[in-house]
């Protein structure tokens, strides 16, 4: 799974919820990627919820976290596939952001791609924001768009509804609560805007706090002069776990894509499944 634009366009929500659907389907998921900054001396790296995200990267930790899932990061997919394959019982693995990996075999290329940002000016790295031609889209199985658009086969839609206390996660609230309450908006992902976008639209007084992706968060970027409440994202939190406080938040988003899109991947998988 992946997409054929840089940055940020909704491919963890999207395999978080590719993992939870081959499990209610009686698969047993399992999740190669990059680990992207991660510094990690030896590749490929087991990752769980409790790694550092300094060394196998930060949605690697997030994936591992939400999906209980087993993945192997590595920038070599092949030997992190065949590590995955070798220490675990997963019998479906998934790629997060492997569509360019051509060394890796594919049984089904699911794409997802950013419905407000689109394809930029439709040239490819260095002129553009594209890693491959948009003609790239006819030749994979399924097109998600993160948002509503006419040129994909589905929709997706990312949801905000809980959120989690960063210092003490079985202390969790929901975003009516904090409605018309001034609070620290952070991201550092892909699209900071989105994220804003969503704090607003539900109800949220944001002071807008955009980070670069996979931003290296220190203590000092989230000393504000004041004891308003912070909400970052899931991504961001991770890295930010280790100097947390008591009003520290972080937003999950879940994905919502239609039913026909579940029967279409689990109608692909069947006839491996049953030979």
């Known amino acids: 799974m992946g997409n054929i634009n840089i940055g940020g366009t909704g491919k963890t929500p999207l395999v978080v919820y590719l993992c939870s659907l081959l499990k209610r389907n009686g698969y047993q998921p399992g999740i190669i990627s990059r680990g992207y900054k991660g510094k990690a001396g030896v590749w490929p790296q087991s990752v769980t919820g409790s790694s550092d995200p300094s060394l196998v990267g930060d949605e690697c930790v997030l994936l591992a976290n939400r999906t209980a899932c087993p993945l192997v990061a590595g920038p070599k997919r092949v030997a992190a596939a065949l590590q995955l394959l070798e220490t675990t019982n997963c019998d479906v693995i998934i790629s997060d952001d492997g569509l360019q990996h051509y060394a890796l075999d594919r049984d089904i290329e699911i794409v997802v791609y950013d419905a407000q940002r689109k394809f930029g000016n439709g040239y490819c790295l260095p002129a553009g924001p594209l890693r491959e031609p948009v003609n790239r889209l006819k030749s994979v199985d399924v097109v998600v768009s993160n948002g509503d658009s006419q040129a994909s086969d589905f929709n997706m839609q990312l949801l905000l509804s809980s959120i989690i206390n960063l210092s003490n996660q079985q202390v969790t609230s929901n975003l009516d609560e904090f409605k018309n309450t001034k609070v620290h908006a952070v991201a550092g992902i892909g699209n900071p805007e989105r994220f804003f976008t969503q704090l607003v639209s539900a109800g949220l007084d944001i002071i807008r706090h955009p980070f670069a992706d996979h931003h290296d ?59």
């Open 217 to 275: 968060f220190i203590e000092t970027d989230l000393n504000f002069s004041d004891d308003l409440p912070v909400l970052m994202t899931e991504k961001d939190a991770v890295k930010c776990q280790k100097f947390s406080k008591s009003n520290y938040w972080f937003v999950p988003v879940e994905a919502s894509i239609s039913e026909v899109f579940d029967k279409i991947i689990i109608d692909k998988f069947k006839p491996r499944k049953d030979q």
